[in-house]
């Protein structure tokens, strides 16, 4: 797991990176660590690079690191966030850019210790996969990846986010055991939905970021917007 720092005094820099060196001690996982005093630094080292963690300072030099991440998801939307600072005031403005925890200094060691947990925990969610079997061909998806799934009879196709589609042959019933904890959200016999590429609701019918539309049965309508609403409330 690849975690960036940012903050403009190398003490806080120091301090951080060592609870990061002991959590790795502790856990038996380890990072690859970066570290970056100014915003400009940090905003061309994570656009450059596949950093799956950042914590940022919010007061950095002239600027501010809220409005950096804002800018840097638009990029990289997966990217997993959290703040430490001095400034508690600016946690309600911090919400834009879905931080997993905003933590003040002094850093408390057990706040710090579950933040850092709760991001290894998304980080392999994130990058969990199943794989798709047609005929003799075998392919990973990243679960992330994925946008919906359409289930007929026994076939499955698979809608990516970019657009590709995979075949395979299935139960719909059967993959929501599987996708159900990640996400998603069944809204019609024959849909399987990833709640994190949802644009917003028809009467009967769900559009999603990709442009495409997904049927919501009348029977399920009420139980998908609840789960929806839940898992917004989850962050």
Known sequence: MRICICDDEKT?????????????????????IDSF???????????????????????VGDGNGIDA??????DKPDIIVFYVSAYPEYVFFSFETEPLNFIKKPIDAEIFNKT?????????????????KWRHTATELLIKDIC???????????HLINGEKYEAVGKLSKLCTTLLPHGFVQSHQGFLVNMQQIKSFGEDEIYMKN???VLMSVRRKLATKQAY?????RG
Do not use: P, W
Not at 44 to 54: A, E, K, P, T
């Open 211 to 213: 442009g495409d539309t």
């Open 148 to 158: 919906y799934i359409e289930g007929y009879q026994r076939h499955l196709l698979y």
């Open 37 to 59: 005093y100014s915003l400009d630094e940090c905003k061309n080292g994570i656009l450059q690079n596949d950093y799956d963690v950042v914590i940022m300072d919010i007061e």
């Open 116 to 132: 850092i947990q709760r991001a290894v925990d998304k980080y392999v969610s994130l990058n969990e996969s199943i794989s798709v």
């Open 69 to 74: 991440l804002i800018e840097i998801k638009r």
């Open 12 to 32: 806080a820099i120091f301090d951080i990176e060592n609870r990061l060196k002991k959590f790795e001690n502790s856990n038996n996982v380890s990072f690859e």
């Open 229 to 233: 609403y839940e898992y917004l409330m």
